[in-house]
């Protein structure tokens, strides 16, 4: 059912202009529910309603809204939040597929360039750009310990193993020698801004 529904979105995304040539073989080799978690709060980036899912409630509902065009809060409150009832302010989360694949094609990525990725969030964008460019040239900073533990699993579980940091990247990282910078997603708020 993943498969099909992955396909599915591929085509959504490849008629919106959302998913280039250059980027669905990576699409492809990365599976976004590799990414999310069993619980999470999906957030529609048009008008449809905001609700939770629940792989172990409702395991199609789930990989349904995986692959999905929508944004999928990970985290609430650093961690306090709770993902059932959605209340709490977002502070991880796997941006909507329409919303990451311009921005990384934006990026107008070469073989050999180095990327630094501010806010590792569920680890699928620095999976992507693993895909594409090798994980030797990817470096992800993610401020929150417990996001960057989950990414880091997810990340491997997915085959890929770039340089994963834990610390506040609101001013980069010293020792990325990164050719792009990607910020592909932002919380409403920075919680442990040093």
Known sequence: MSEQLATALAAHLT???????????????????????????????GAGAEYAIDRH????????????DASIVTQLDAGTGDLRTGKGTPTSSCSAPGIVFPMLQALDLLDGHKVLEIGTGSGWTAALLSARLGSQCVTSVE?????????????????????????DGADGWPDSSSTATARPSAASSAPHRS
Request: hydrophobic content about 50%; aromatic content about 10%.
């Open 15 to 45: 008629a919106s202009g959302s998913l280039t040539a250059s980027w669905h073989e990576h699409y492809t080799a990365v599976p976004r529910h590799h990414f999310i978690p069993d619980v999470a709060w999906v957030v529609s980036d």
């Open 57 to 68: 409630q409702d395991a199609p509902g789930w990989l349904q809204a995986v692959y999905s």
């Open 143 to 167: 401020v929150d310990e417990a996001v960057a533990a989950r990414a880091a699993e997810a990340i491997a579980q997915a085959g890929y193993g770039p340089r994963l940091i834990v610390a």
